[in-house]
């Protein structure tokens, strides 16, 4: 009997479980169904009136950084290597900028406008082994030389793109007193730009806007043709216009030129140029980039002049000549200084 009264209590078990996985499906606070309808077999046809309701598209990311990935692109043309970027100008400079903040490495010069980054100098750092001591040992020492990189972005050819330039400037330390243990006075002094530590700043640069930095790194850099003065200008054999454009602002920024202005449908720099023809004469060119106290105070004496550096393509390459604010050839001893700057880099 026990047994038939089991088996009367089954229909009722079956209603209540039924009943209790359909409150299951349900929010407790709403009651509104959480699962989605069942799927249709994909050769059967959904029907009317129950598709499911649409999903939302995900919130697409900004595209500075969406295809980071592939707007990157390395050039090279000889030696001298750039990136270009497919991006707006001020957003890619802003990037440019956030790594060298992110680095704690010092600006001296980060102009929105002008599209130019330049870092401080950096004391290039010695590896004196692993280890507490080792690290002690080479935060103490000096290797004697300091870099600084000038970043400097212009508008592409492909109206899409901005082209990104890295140039590097150098000092060494040298002994201008004493000897030996009893040094008693230095002097940093220019050494040249080194085309292997503009190679491997691109490749950082390069890595933080999203491309494989490693394929800027430096190796048996192909030969471009160098600058002769011809008449008072510099010819740049077999060389097109769009090539010697970019030669001559790399040239211009190894030299710390600062380039105010630029118009490359004409091919003119517009330059300011720290003149040395104003200073004590026992002071060479480049005194104005010492750091001693020897010359503390002394800086007002440099004057500051404004040139065209002006670009004009001919049948057997490109000259390049330096005219005054007006456009015409430069008869001063600052524009003969320019010029022979220039000439010396181009070489």
Known sequence: MKILEGLKQIPV??????LGACTF?????????????LEVPPDLSRPAGTEPPPVAAPTAAPAATAVAGERVRLERDGALRWLAV???PLRVWQQLRDYFVRHDIKLVADDATALVLETDWIDRPVNLGEGFLGSLLSKVHSSGLRDKYKVRLERGRDPATVEVYVAHQGLEEIVTEGGGINVVRTAWLPRPADPRMEAEMIGKLMTHLGGEGSKAVLLDPAATESGQRIQGDIHIASEDLDGAWRRVGQALDRAGVVIEDRDRTTGVYYVQYRSSSGKDKKRGLFDWLRSDSTLSGKEEAVSVDRFQVALKAGTAGVLVSVRDVRGEPATSAAGEELLNLLNRQLR
């Open 86 to 88: 497919r991006d707006e």
């Open 13 to 18: 078990l079956i209603l209540v479980v039924s």
């Open 25 to 37: 499906g349900r929010s407790k606070d709403t009651g509104v169904t959480l699962r989605e309808a």
